[in-house]
């Protein structure tokens, strides 16, 4: 090996060293990747409730589970109808907690946390002009 090329080796494994090196650092400091439906990727539960809850999981079927009373003809649109019974003056706990709950009673271990990093934009979504916060919500698919 000539004197220059054995230079070459030396500089090149120092330039590896270092990248390598930036890389630990840059690892060991980078914040996670924010997840943002509708905002840093696109948005898989554009209508809310009913893009997620389709097939065998419908919010029907999921109410059936919990044995839900019938809601007859009273919901046309989810999770908007739902509030016709689930309000304040009726007694009934409202909308705002039983989505909330249902999601996020079980912490990290729920599933909408492990299987859908548990964000609010699945749900909500966020005017990035305005700043509105408005409540997803699309026709039942029952
Ligand atoms: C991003 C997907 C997603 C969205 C949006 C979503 N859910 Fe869910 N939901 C889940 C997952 C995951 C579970 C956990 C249970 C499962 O999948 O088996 C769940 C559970 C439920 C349950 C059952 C809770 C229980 O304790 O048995 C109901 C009822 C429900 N969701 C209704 C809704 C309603 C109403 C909305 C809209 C306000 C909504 N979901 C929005 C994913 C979603
Ligand atoms: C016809 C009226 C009516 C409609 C419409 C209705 N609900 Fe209910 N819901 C009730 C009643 C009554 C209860 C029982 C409340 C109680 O036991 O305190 C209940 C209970 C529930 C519970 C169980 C709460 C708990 O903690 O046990 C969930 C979850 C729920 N409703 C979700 C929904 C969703 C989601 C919708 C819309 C898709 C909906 N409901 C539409 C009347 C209704
Ligand atoms: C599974 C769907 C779902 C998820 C996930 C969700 N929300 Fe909601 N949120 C709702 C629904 C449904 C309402 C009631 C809307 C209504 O009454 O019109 C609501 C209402 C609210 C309200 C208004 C409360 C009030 O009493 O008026 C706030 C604030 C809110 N959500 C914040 C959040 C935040 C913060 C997160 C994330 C940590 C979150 N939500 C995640 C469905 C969801």
């Not at 090149?12 to 990727?41: N, Q």
């Not at 409730?49 to 919901?75: F, I, P």
Request: charged share 20%; glycine share 8%; hydrophobic share 35%.
């Amino acid at each position: 090996m000539t004197a220059r090329s054995a230079w070459r080796v030396a500089s090149i494994s120092l330039l590896g060293a270092a990248v390598l090196l930036l890389g630990a650092t840059a690892h060991a400091a980078d914040p996670p990747k924010a997840y943002l439906p509708g905002i840093t990727s696109t948005d898989q539960s554009p209508d809310g409730c009913v893009s997620c809850h389709t097939g065998d999981k419908t919010v029907k079927k999921m109410l059936d589970a919990l044995k839900h009373r019938d809601m007859k003809d009273m919901v046309k649109s989810v999770p908007e109808d739902c509030k016709s019974c689930h309000n304040e003056e009726d007694g009934l706990e409202p909308m705002t907690l039983i989505a909330h709950s249902m999601h996020y009673a079980k912490g990290s271990k729920s599933e909408f946390v492990t299987r859908h990093q548990g964000s609010c934009l699945h749900c909500h979504a966020v005017s990035t002009g305005s700043g509105h916060v408005t409540v997803k919500s699309g026709p039942k698919n029952w």
